[in-house]
């Protein structure tokens, strides 16, 4: 039997990270992962530079059933502060887009920091270990794993969601939510692509590879970035984003031209390029790959200016602002970044992430019903759902 103040499950960024403060603290720490290498989708997000946080985090950047849930959580430990901590680590970074930093070199940099912070308070990190049984008992809890006896006085639940099975994903941490009397709300796929009806695939698939920056909107909700064209689908941030919003049988709206009022601009060159084919036209905003084929797919007929007639501009404008497209469903978990729901927040002190009704027990990072949006929101949830629950795990 190998008796600690901490158990941890859950090699990840959450886990990894609150396991490295609690031991700060003085506590003796295990952490226990399933998967043979610590980190896995932390290796393989932002492209391989790890999307670390965001300048502009804040709670509304979060989806959640208690939509106050994460706001004392992100303002004990800030943006601001795991920045801070990569400074100290000399890793160097940059701002993509929108407050989005990453690393100038690689993931493996804030892997190698967060298994450094271990190091340096004795954390010991044992992978390919299986839970077997997790039982409650008067000082704390009591782990039979692949690996041995364990027995601790405070327990987290770092185990992630469903996104991603091939990096690991299971859903053990909900098990164990559910096993304590816990609710878990619905989870699905979220921050994913879009999959598209027979029709509609059959068309746009022409255009895959073809990216334009444009604003998608669903559930009062809209997100203006880029959008990609693939072989399956729709994707791109404004994709990604709006998913976490849509569900089976809604229709997201888009706007291809969002800087722009297309109708005004459709006029005018009616009146100064009157003899010009409406694609030459449509080409000043658009790749011409794209307006061929969506001109075919809007049933808009390409003739000179000049033909066009009473509101027909206005309508046509319509067409590239508000396409209104009814996905068929989603590419699932297999290439979804996050699980949207989870374990529901109600079970748990926002202030330290400890379970109301059961004492030493925490849940952490994504296995909560707390998903951000696409932009290093979710990894900021990781290192500050993590550090609240360090500080006194």
């Known amino acids: ?37 610590v980190g896995r989708k932390i290796l393989m997000s932002g492209g391989g530079r790890c999307n670390f946080t965001n300048m502009y985090t804040s709670h509304e950047n979060f989806i959640c059933d208690n939509p106050h849930f994460t706001k004392s959580a992100l303002s004990q430990y800030t943006q601001w502060d795991f920045i801070g901590l990569v400074n100290d680590y000399g890793i160097a970074y940059h701002e993509k887009t929108l407050g989005q930093l990453f690393c100038d070199d690689s993931a493996k940099q804030i892997v190698s920091l967060l298994m450094s912070e271990c190091a340096k308070h004795q954390v010991t990190v044992t992978t390919a270990c299986e839970i077997l049984t997790i039982n409650k008992h008067e000082k704390g809890y009591h782990l039979s794993t692949s690996k041995g006896q364990y027995s601790c006085e405070s327990l987290v639940i770092a185990t992630g969601g469903l996104s991603m099975p091939k990096l690991g994903a299971t859903p053990f941490g909900y098990q ?22 027979t029709h509609d695939k059959d068309v746009l698939a022409e255009l895959s590879g ?17 959008i990609l064209f693939t072989h399956r689908g729709l994707s791109g941030p404004a994709v990604l984003q709006i998913s976490s919003y849509w569900e089976a049988g809604d229709t997201v709206e888009i706007d291809l031209l969002p800087s722009l009022d297309l109708t005004v601009e459709l006029n005018r060159a009616q ?4 003899n010009v084919q409406l694609s030459t ?24 200016m000049k033909q066009y007639q009473g509101k027909q501009l206005e309508h046509i404008a319509n067409q590239f602002k508000a396409w209104q497209l009814k996905p068929n469903g989603t590419e699932g978990y297999r290439t979804a970044e996050v699980t949207l729901g989870g374990v529901n927040t109600d079970h748990f002190s926002s202030k330290t992430m400890e379970a109301k009704d059961h004492k030493g027990l925490f849940f952490i990072g994504e296995v909560l019903d707390v998903t951000g949006w696409l932009g290093g929101y979710n990894f900021q949830w990781a290192w500050s759902s993590g550090y609240v629950a360090g500080q006194v795990a």
């Not at 989870?187 to 994913?192: E, I, K, N």
């Not at 920056?213 to 203006?224: V, W």
């Not at 794209?290 to 797919?297: D, K």
């Open 210 to 226: 073809v990216s334009v920056e444009a604003a998608t909107t669903c559930a009062n909700t809209r997100f203006n970035e880029g």
């Open 281 to 304: 036209v449509l080409s000043t905003w658009f790749p011409r790959r794209l307006i061929a084929q969506l001109l075919g797919y809007f049933e808009i007929e390409n003739k000179p």
């Open 271 to 274: 009146t100064q390029q009157p």
């Open 1 to 37: 039997m190998q008796d600690q103040d901490v158990v941890v499950i859950g090699a990840g960024a959450a886990g990894l990270f609150c396991a490295a403060t609690a031991a700060a603290r003085g506590r003796s720490v295990t952490v226990l992962d399933h998967a043979k290498k």
């Open 176 to 197: 164990i939510a559910e096993q304590f009397g816990m609710q878990v709300t619905p989870t699905r796929a979220a921050l994913v692509p879009f999959t598209l009806h």
